[in-house]
């Protein structure tokens, strides 16, 4: 093929790309959108191997297989509760590509003795410190998120010293290559090494209940580690592409932070830090009281206005469609249904949307924070379901609590409240919820299913 | 790459507000899958990785390259196939 053909149908790629992510902006078009940038990057990887001058087809046909059947199968397998987790570790398999690809380009100029021109130098160097960072930072963020680690701030004495020795070591080092007319090995690898070291500081003292945030912002390095390949090998499509994918990654962090009310530099340099430890409130002295799911199921049946505040304990019992069938039977008894959907409602910002989705929720139904407050006083009952945070009244009026600013649904507002919950455990972020002392608050302990399937069952026979 | 460096920055940085004015009006509802569906087209760097493998460069084009087809394949498929399965879950009231 021709390079000024293959140059057009890149274009068409890049063209593809942004009509596909615009679409993807309504719920409508936004399936279409998807396959439209699919089509985009399949046009993109049938036009890369009709270039270039194939020496070893057999390796890339096993490669392309494989690497296909794993995400194929991955994308079938997950649960929509691992989603967050899925799209970390996707994120850092795209970093590590980058990454390697980056090194691939170093390591032939090595080979063959070449001197590496200054730009392509540059861009070796930044795709080699950002695909690093955006691999380990994207696997500690999927094991903090799947709980193989632990979802608390790790951190230890001049963690951030470190970091930012590590970092300008990193820089010092690949500017040194830069300028070095022969490349050589050991700073090299070297740069690597820092490069996943960082990653994983970087993420490690953030909490679990800030992950959502660390996602958005490793989607756009892996953007912009793509686009820095783009410029190792000079190909278009791939800066393109990549700088879309930085901007979004970017745009999405900034929405999350101001969801939760902190500056990006709050979440990624500390504040949950190590501060929680006598922070909040102390639960001691203080009763809740306890409903049975008779009590419980007549209080609904008799609502005429209900919102649900579903959080990620729903899904993690997977009982979506347990609260449908509840709010189906409230809804026929003349009852209206509303949910109410913190912007980081489940672990990442539209989550719970998708889980209610899944379950045949309309989403019309589903009503954002600042849509949702003002109705919170007209509600007879507020159901929570596996929610914490997100209702913590100390957002509001407790200046001493680690999460104090952070939007939250005034669930406290409503006529009444009665929360779901497996025990009397603190949330994600690990702190105390006033809410549940409230006497209008009626605490209904056990699994989100269970409970739920028994409130529908004990509705049914009212 | 020769020469072509600062046409690569006009690009990068006119694709970089491009992608900040087509974000900015998604509704909260499909944050998640936007945020997987543009995980998906970063895997773009396919195209780099497939370079490198079919570079013929001896063991550097089957470690590094393979290494990297089969870790950007999977960005790109996994990343497309999920967000179309969390898509075709939404949809609008049903008809009663």
Redesign the interface.
């Known amino acids: 093929m021709p390079a000024g053909l293959a140059e057009l149908l890149y274009l068409v790629a890049s063209a593809l790309f942004v009509v596909g992510l615009k679409w993807l902006g309504s719920p409508d078009t936004a399936r279409n959108g998807n396959r439209l940038s699919g089509a985009g990057m399949l046009l993109a990887v049938v036009v890369t191997l009709l270039t270039m001058e194939i020496v070893t087809p057999l390796w890339i046909v096993v490669g392309l297989v494989v690497g296909s059947g794993l995400g194929y199968w991955a994308a079938r397998t997950v649960p929509m509760t691992g989603m967050p987790q899925m799209v970390a570790l996707l994120n850092g398999f795209g970093g590590l590509a980058s990454l390697f690809v980056g090194a691939a380009e170093f390591l032939r100029y090595e080979l063959r003795g070449e001197t590496i021109p200054t730009e392509t130098g540059i861009t070796i160097q930044l795709t080699l410190l950002v695909g690093g960072i955006t691999f380990t930072g994207s696997v500690i963020a999927w094991a903090k998120l799947q709980e193989v680690m632990t979802g608390r701030p790790v951190v230890f004495p001049g963690i951030r010293l470190l970091t930012l020795a590590g970092l300008l070591a990193a820089l010092g080092l690949g500017a040194y290559q830069v300028v070095t007319p022969e490349a050589f090995l050991a700073p090299f690898y070297v740069v690597i090494a820092i490069a996943l070291v960082l990653g994983v500081l970087l993420v490690i003292p953030i909490g679990g209940a800030d992950m959502p945030v660390v996602i958005a912002l490793l989607n756009s390095y892996s953007g912009i580690a793509a686009a820095m390949s783009g410029f190792v090998i000079g190909n278009q499509v791939l800066i393109v592409a990549g700088a879309l994918v930085g901007s979004s990654g970017v745009i999405l962090t900034r929405i999350m932070c101001k969801a939760m009310n902190r500056s990006l530099w709050n979440v990624v340099f500390g504040a949950f830090g190590g501060a929680v430890a006598g922070s909040g409130k102390s639960a001691e002295g203080l009763t809740v009281r306890q409903v049975g799911a008779e009590d419980a199921a007549v209080q609904l049946a008799y609502a005429r206005f209900v919102i649900v505040v579903p959080g990620y304990g729903l899904a993690v019992a997977q009982a979506q469609h347990q609260v449908r069938e509840l709010a189906d039977l409230i809804e026929k008894r003349g009852g209206e249904v509303k949910y109410a959907i913190h912007p980081v409602a489940g672990r990442m910002p539209g989550h719970m949307n998708v889980l209610l989705a899944e379950a045949n929720v309309p989403y019309e139904k589903l009503v954002e924070m600042a849509d949702i407050n003002p109705e919170f006083p007209r509600a007879d009952v507020v159901l929570v379901v596996g929610a914490n945070d997100v209702v913590n009244p100390a957002a509001r009026n407790d200046p001493g609590s680690p999460i104090y600013g952070m939007p939250i649904l005034d669930a406290d507002h409503a006529q009444s409240v009665i929360v779901m919950k497996r025990s009397m455990n603190t949330g994600f972020a690990g702190i105390e919820n006033e809410l549940f002392y409230l006497p209008k608050t009626a605490m209904l302990f056990g699994d989100a299913k269970a409970s739920l399937s028994k409130l529908v069952t004990e509705m049914k026979a009212l | 790459?020769?020469g072509?460096?600062i046409e690569?920055i006009v690009?990068?940085?006119l694709?970089?507000?491009?992608?900040?004015e087509?974000?900015?009006?998604?509704?909260?509802?499909?944050?998640?899958?936007?945020?997987?569906?543009?995980?998906?087209?970063?895997?773009?760097?396919?195209?780099?990785?497939?370079?490198?493998?079919?570079?013929?460069?001896?063991w550097?084009?089957?470690v590094?390259?393979?290494?990297?087809?089969?870790?950007?394949?999977?960005?790109?498929?996994?990343?497309?196939?999920?967000?179309?399965?969390?898509?075709?879950?939404?949809?609008?009231?049903?008809k009663r």
Do not use: C, K
Request: without cysteine.
């Open positions: 790459m020769t072509g460096i690569g690009i990068f940085t694709a970089t507000f491009l992608g900040v087509l974000i900015n009006r998604v509704p909260p509802t499909l944050h998640t899958p936007l945020m997987s569906g543009s995980n998906a087209i970063s895997g773009i760097t396919i195209v780099g990785a497939l370079v490198v493998a079919g570079g013929g460069f001896g550097i084009s089957v590094f390259g393979v290494g990297a087809v089969i870790l950007a394949m999977m960005n790109v498929v996994g990343g497309y196939a999920v967000t179309d399965r969390m898509l075709q879950m939404f949809r609008r009231t049903e």
